[in-house]
């Protein structure tokens, strides 16, 4: 058995040995065999949300931070507005990238434990006609909301505006269907559901507007376009590729695969959540979110009690080899629990009995 941490985070998360093992050789970047691994996972990445015959799969080295930054600086011209909907860390962190670059930008928000209102934007819209691009955050990983992109994706479209989607905690696992869904891009990364290492990000970009980005980022190296018209010259990236992240990811999505696809993995995940919900509340802990707006993708818990200390909790299961995360909330104090990662129930009952062991023996309590 491994020896390494069970990590219950959002990612860098626990990963298959075999995709670990996928990194245990060197790859020159110009070479065939590495422009074939580029290819397939372009390809694959297009393949998982019916994305082939409308957008096209411009992957870029960095953090999930970094293609958000790139998508933003590529896609929305100075002389366009944004519309950020805000109900979590991750709205917030784009209003600030925007603003950072310079682009115009405005805010639609709501409380963290509140799904954006589909109605409420295409007021927004019809009251600012500038508003030229909204963006939207699939899954909050702050809280772990889901938010109804359905009617959200088709309401922007209604109103003839271009939607990004940032999917980093969803990709690979919720449902995106760029075959009926109308969405400008999505992004990701390759380190959360996808069950790959960290190192790069990707958007999936439709063909027309990505065509018609030539020269509108104010960055060189997170230029969209000029990223993708490498990949499609010579099939080569612009810049040093993370060659070992690129093997692991497409290992990481051939096991997707065999798995059953996006819908297995939202199964084995929900499985997870179920688990760990089940045995926390027996616990004495509660969810932060309602059920109805949760993702099975992190659970966010409040405290057991007012003298509840999260960093021995941490410190005592951490010794027992499981490594939960600490909240993200503005106001209620908090920590989190992620489901994602090749983990199935059977790490989240380990977990559970640790749980309880670490209640039982170790004092988790602040003095009074
Ligand atoms: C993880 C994540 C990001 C990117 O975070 P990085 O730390 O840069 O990888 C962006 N948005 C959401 C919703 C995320 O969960």
Same mark, same amino acid.
């Given at each position: /058995? +491994? ?16 995709? $670990? ?7 020159? +970047?110009?070479?065939?065999? !590495?422009?074939? /691994? ?12 019916? #994305? ?9 080295? &960095? ?6 930054? =790139? ?5 929305? $011209? ?13 709205? @917030?962190? /784009? ?16 409380? @963290? ?50 939607? %990004? ?8 696992? %919720? ?20 069950? &790959?290492?960290? #190192? ?34 010579? #099939? ?36 997870? !959540?179920?688990?760990? =919900? +089940? ?58 629990? &992620?489901?994602?990662? =090749?983990?199935? $129930?059977?790490?989240?009952? $380990? ?18």
């Amino acid at each position: /058995m +491994s020896r390494d941490p069970i990590l219950l985070t959002p990612g860098p998360l626990t990963t298959r040995l075999e995709t $670990r093992r996928a990194m245990l050789r060197d790859w020159g +970047s110009r070479d065939a065999a !590495f422009i074939t /691994m580029t290819a397939e996972l372009r390809q694959r990445l297009l393949a998982l949300c019916r #994305g082939e015959g409308s957008h096209v799969a411009i992957p870029l080295q &960095g953090s999930g931070t970094f293609i958000v930054e =790139a998508a933003i600086t590529s896609l929305v $011209r100075p002389t366009d507005k944004l519309l950020v909907l805000a109900n979590g860390a991750y709205g @917030e962190r /784009m209003i600030e990238i925007a603003r950072r670059l310079g682009r115009a930008v405005v805010a639609l928000r709501w409380p @963290e434990d509140r799904p954006v209102e589909p109605e409420r934007v295409g007021e927004a819209l019809v009251a600012d006609p500038a508003i030229s691009h909204v963006a939207l955050v699939h899954c909050e990983t702050t809280s772990g909301l889901l938010n109804p992109l359905e009617p959200i994706a088709k309401i922007v479209a209604q109103h003839g505006r271009a939607l %990004l989607l940032d999917a980093m905690s969803s990709f690979g696992a %919720l449902e995106i269907d760029l075959a009926t869904m109308p969405i400008t891009a999505v992004l990701a990364s390759s380190n959360k559901c996808l069950e &790959g290492v960290p #190192g790069l990000g990707f958007a999936l970009v439709e063909q027309t507007a990505i065509a018609a980005a030539k020269g509108v980022s104010s960055s060189l190296s997170l230029d969209l376009y000029d990223q993708w018209r490498g990949f499609e010259s010579n #099939g080569q990236w612009r810049f040093t590729p993370p060659v070992q992240v690129v093997a692991a990811l497409v290992e990481a999505l051939r096991s997707l695969e065999a798995e059953g696809g996006p819908p297995a993995r939202l199964r084995r995940y929900r499985d997870n !959540f179920d688990t760990l =919900a +089940s045995g926390m509340q027996r616990l004495g802990f509660r969810l932060f979110l309602d059920p109805a707006v949760q993702a099975p993708i992190i659970a966010t818990f409040h405290p057991r009690d007012d003298r509840f200390d999260f960093e021995r909790f941490y410190a005592a299961l951490a010794a027992r080899g499981f490594v939960i995360y600490p909240g993200k909330l503005t106001r209620a104090e908090s920590f989190r629990i &992620g489901c994602i990662g =090749a983990l199935d $129930r059977g790490d989240f009952g $380990r977990l559970i009995t640790a749980v309880e062991a670490v209640l039982k023996e170790s004092d988790v309590r602040r003095s009074a």
